[in-house]
């Protein structure tokens, strides 16, 4: 359980999220249902935002959460639709999932 704590404390400081929203070879969007609560979140990574070195002309699905309540409508396929999408404009040849 530390490891863990030491972990969320260290990947989700404000100073990390900061740096990671300014990285302008990221992208954050945030799905909202129809009263405009949030219900998921994805982080695409492309070029030296990637968490690993190995893939090239690639993009990289770093995070995707969905809430609870809202798993099984269809919501993972939307957002993996969508980054299939990003890659398709941005001439990726690749997509990784990042965990």
Do not use: C, P
Not at 16 to 41: P, Q, R, V
Not at 83 to 95: F, M
């Amino acid at each position: 359980m530390n490891d863990l704590n030491q972990y969320l404390k260290e990947s989700y400081s404000i100073k990390k999220l900061k740096k990671e929203i300014e990285n302008t070879n990221s992208s954050f969007y945030i799905f909202y249902d129809d009263n405009n609560e949030k219900m998921a979140y994805l982080k695409l990574n492309i070029d030296s935002a990637q968490s690993e070195d190995d893939f090239e002309n690639a993009l990289e699905i770093e995070r995707i959460y969905i809430q609870k309540q809202h798993q099984k409508k269809g919501l993972g396929r939307q957002m993996f639709s969508l980054a299939i999408k990003k890659a398709y404009e941005l001439n990726k040849k690749q997509i990784w999932l990042g965990v």
